[in-house]
């Protein structure tokens, strides 16, 4: 059975840092690309971020651009996200993604599996 566990998140003041984490099990880790996206109520799940599993490419939204970076640890099955220079408009649950053979990694529906989200919320 497959298990993505993301944890990190929390209330955070406007510029400051929070780094999420993703634990996964159950699947081979390495072969699999990892993707970070966000939700805040009444919207479409956005892409955040998302790491290859063969080169460590990384790919971010504009939104993000420069102040988040995507990394993995494949001995330990996790992906990281660390967010620096938080703003108000960061504030949604977070989600980790796990996707086989992933082309348009943009897309939600391009990952296979899915963690429970974890809650980030940034005071102005």
């Known amino acids: 059975q497959v298990q993505l566990v993301e944890s990190g998140g929390g209330l955070v003041q406007a510029g400051g840092s929070l780094r999420l984490s993703c634990a996964s099990s159950g699947l081979t880790f390495s072969t699999y690309t990892m993707g970070w996206f966000r939700q805040t109520p009444g919207k479409e799940r956005e892409f955040v971020a998302r790491?290859?599993?063969?080169?460590?490419?990384?790919n971010y939204a504009d939104s993000v651009k420069g102040r988040f970076t995507v990394s993995r640890d494949n001995a330990k099955n996790t992906v990281y996200l660390q967010m620096n220079s938080l703003q108000p408009g960061d504030t949604a649950v977070y989600y980790c993604?796990?996707?086989?053979?992933?082309?348009?990694?943009?897309?939600?529906?391009?990952?296979?599996?899915w963690g429970q989200g974890t809650q980030v919320t940034v005071s102005s």
């Open positions: 993604a796990a996707g086989n053979r992933v082309i348009f990694w943009s897309r939600s529906t391009n990952y296979n599996y």
């Open positions: 790491i290859s599993w063969n080169n460590g490419v990384t």
